[in-house]
Structure formats: structure tokens, C-alpha cells
């Protein structure tokens, strides 16, 4: 059981979805400070000068009918940073490795090979199907003849 559950976890599957989670949870407190820092300030230069920044408000005098914006672009854009950084940073110089010094891909027969291939099991195939059979002939001669 023991040995099973250490298989599970040394498949190189397991072991790079931690690595990206941990990345990924690293990496997303420096997104949320750069979008914190640039882009909410960027956000509130959209919107007016007495509201809370980029959004609606459907009553006015009342702020908890404001409908926030920016903090919808700045999740959309925290995702989209933190996804290309995983992908630049961690995928892409994976695939790169595993394609350079993974396992050798077995070479597949060219249309050649397999067109032989057929041919001989064709071949293979008629042979067996044709059976002699020996018979008597009406004057009580063995006669030999090919059934199929």
C-alpha cells in the first residue's frame, strides 16, 4: 500500500502540479501588488471624482448601490498575469526539456512497411484458407483437388 501511494506521488504529473502551485501561490502576491500599485490607481483616474473608482452608482447618495468595476479588470488581469507567468516559466521550458531529453519516440512505420505488412498477411491468410483434400475419384482413383 505504502509503495503504491509513493508511485502516485513520484509521477511526474503529481509532482509538477505541486511545483506550479507553489509557484503560482508565490507569484500571485507580486501580481496583486503591481495591480494594486498601477493598475487600481489607473482604474479611479476612470471614474469620478467623488466615487470609490471605476463603477456605477445606481442610487445616488447611497454607496452601497455602487457597482465596482475595477475590481472585476483587476482580478481578470491578476489571473491573466499569474497564468502567463506559469506557462512561460514553468510549461513551456518543461515541454522544452521533456521533448529534448524524454523518452524516444518509436519510430512509426512508413506507408511502405505497413503496405508489406498486409501484403504478407494477406498472403499468410490465403495460404491457410487453401486445404487439400484428397478424394476418390468415380473410377476409385485417388484424385487431389484445392478447396477453398
Do not use: C, W
Amino acid at each position: 500500500m505504502l509503495k503504491g501511494f509513493k508511485d502516485f506521488l513520484m509521477r511526474g504529473n503529481v509532482i509538477d502540479l505541486a511545483v506550479a502551485v507553489v509557484m503560482g501561490t508565490a507569484f500571485t502576491s507580486v501580481v496583486t501588488a503591481v495591480t494594486k500599485g498601477i493598475i487600481n490607481p489607473l482604474l479611479a483616474v476612470l471614474g469620478k471624482t467623488n466615487e470609490l473608482g471605476l463603477g456605477v452608482q445606481l442610487v445616488s447618495g447611497k454607496p452601497a448601490t455602487f457597482i465596482a468595476i475595477g475590481p472585476i479588470i483587476t482580478a481578470l488581469l491578476d489571473f491573466a498575469l499569474i497564468a502567463a507567468v506559469l506557462y512561460f516559466v514553468l510549461m513551456v521550458p518543461m515541454k522544452t526539456l521533456k521533448n529534448r531529453f524524454g523518452t524516444a519516440k518509436v519510430a512509426e512505420p512508413s506507408e511502405i512497411e505497413l503496405l508489406i505488412e498486409i501484403r504478407d498477411l494477406l498472403a499468410k491468410q490465403h495460404k491457410d484458407a487453401v486445404v487439400d483434400t484428397e478424394s476418390f475419384g468415380e473410377d476409385g482413383s485417388l484424385v487431389k483437388e484445392n478447396a477453398r
